[in-house]
Structure formats: structure tokens, C-alpha cells
């Protein structure tokens, strides 16, 4: 199943991905556009045997935009691998498995036409993220705390005052009754701060 893996890797993923501009390193593939750079991931789990493979595929993209706003508040220290969105591909692709698995009685080529075309729309949607403000939007429209300070930095700097007034309100109706929020209420205010509100 080892070998198969890696057939299926270098037969059917390096070249699909590479017919959309991504280079392979490892596991790892990546396609700078931009200010951004889109990343797929295929992870092994770790408890594989030669029977039995199973792994899955992570999807991430690092914007140069949200870095810099992040080193404000690092003391200058650009992330330069940070991603700042990060997923797995059935987040994005709703027919993608949480894990794909080989084992002596699939059937390979049915695997790989399912991956592949999990692939395409993986890159698809990562495709349709152009800049920092689709990726700030995307985890806005979720309520998610996950880059809640780049989304701030990144709503007043771009002189969004307004909008920024709104995802505090939408994250405080979402998270405002738990404990940690205390937390987040002081980096927040700090950040608003730093803009001179």
C-alpha cells in the first residue's frame, strides 16, 4: 500500500497540482500568486502498515498582508510560514472524505478519480480567495475567533471603522458569555487603541 501511495502521488496529485502552477516539495505543495502563497498538504497518519495507509489533506494559504499586521503586534517579527487560512479539505469540499484509505481491497483507480476531482475543487475554492480581505471575510462570515486580531488590524488599517465596530459585536454575541472573552475584549481594545479609538 506504500508503493501504491506514492504511485497514486506522483501519477495523479504532483501532476494535477502542477498543472495549476504548484511545485512539489515532500509532501508539500505550494503556488505563490501574489501577496499570497496557497498551500496542499498530504498528511500520512501515523498509523500506517503495509496493508493499511490512510491520510488526509490539509489546505492553507499565508498572506504577506495579514503577516505584516501581525509583526505590529510581534514587535516587528514577520511570520513569513504562517498560514492564516488553514483547513482541511472536507471544509471546503463537502463530497471529501475526513481521510482517504488504501488497503488491499479498494479499488485504485476509483480512489484517485475521487481525489483528483476532490483536488480540483480544493483549488477551486482556494483559487477564489484573491487577497487578505476574501480570507478576513471568509472567517468573518464564520464568527470565528480564529484571526479575529489580523481581521481587526486589518478592518482599521484599511480605515473600515464600521465594519469593525460589527464583527466586535457579532464575536461578542457569539462568544461573549464564556469565560475566555474577558481575554479577548482587552486584545481587542488594544488593538482599536493602537488606530487611535
Request: proline share 3%; with cysteine; glycine share 4%.
Amino acid at each position: 500500500m506504500q508503493e501504491l501511495f506514492k504511485k497514486i502521488i506522483n501519477t495523479d496529485v504532483k501532476p494535477l497540482l502542477a498543472k495549476h502552477g504548484y511545485s512539489k516539495k515532500d509532501l508539500n505543495f505550494s503556488k505563490a500568486a501574489g501577496s499570497l502563497v496557497y498551500k496542499f498538504n498530504v498528511r500520512k497518519s501515523k498509523v500506517n502498515s503495509s496493508s493499511h495507509v490512510q491520510f488526509y489533506i490539509n489546505c492553507s494559504i499565508h498572506s504577506t498582508e495579514l503577516a505584516e499586521l501581525q509583526s505590529v503586534a510581534l514587535s516587528g517579527v514577520v511570520l513569513e510560514k504562517k498560514s492564516h487560512f488553514t483547513c482541511r479539505i472536507e471544509e471546503i469540499v463537502p463530497s471529501a472524505p475526513a481521510h482517504y484509505i488504501l488497503t488491499p481491497d479498494i479499488n485504485p483507480d476509483a480512489l484517485s478519480k475521487e481525489l483528483v476531482s476532490h483536488l480540483e475543487e480544493g483549488i477551486s475554492f482556494l483559487h477564489s480567495l484573491t487577497g487578505a480581505r476574501d480570507i478576513v471575510h471568509y472567517y468573518m462570515a464564520k464568527t470565528a475567533l480564529h484571526l479575529s486580531e489580523e481581521t481587526f488590524r486589518f478592518l482599521l488599517h484599511a480605515g473600515d471603522l464600521e465594519e469593525a465596530k460589527q464583527y466586535l459585536q457579532q464575536l461578542h454575541a457569539k462568544y461573549g458569555a464564556e469565560k475566555r472573552w474577558t481575554i479577548f475584549e482587552k486584545k481587542y481594545a488594544a488593538i482599536f487603541a493602537e488606530y487611535g479609538l
